[in-house]
């Protein structure tokens, strides 16, 4: 069982910058930790991952170059760096613990947190 809970999220103007971290417990060495998104009306969407070592990333196409992931293993936590925001951007941001690194649909999803509100103002 892994349990994930997600903080940071809030609103922030448009061109500025959030951070939001995961605190992962339970049996998560095994796990990809990633951060998904869902927009209102829209599908929930893979942002980005990283492997529980922290020593490879993946992301979204659309979002390299403003969105980072890192983890703190000693702190067991996952962090996403958001900068230069949009609009767009806004959506409930999901902690997610994928079976196995490189895929990014939901369906690869094990555990998911309760999202965080991301709110992004133009």
């Known amino acids: 069982q892994v349990r994930l809970v997600e903080s940071g999220g809030g609103l922030v103007q448009a061109g500025g910058s959030l951070r939001l971290s995961c605190a992962a417990a339970g049996s998560f060495s095994k796990y990809t930790m990633g951060w998904f998104r869902q927009a209102p009306g829209k599908e929930r969407e893979f942002v980005a991952a990283i492997s529980w070592t922290g020593t490879m990333t993946y992301y979204a196409e659309s979002l390299k170059g403003r969105f980072t992931i890192s983890s703190d293993n000693a702190k067991n936590t996952v962090s996403l760096q958001m900068s230069s925001m949009e609009p767009e951007d806004t959506a409930v941001y999901y902690c997610?613990?994928?079976?196995?690194?490189?895929?990014?649909?939901?369906?690869?999803?094990?555990?998911w947190g309760q999202g965080t509100q991301v709110t992004v103002s133009s």
């Open positions: 997610a613990a994928l079976r196995l690194f490189g895929l990014t649909t939901p369906q690869a999803v094990d555990y």
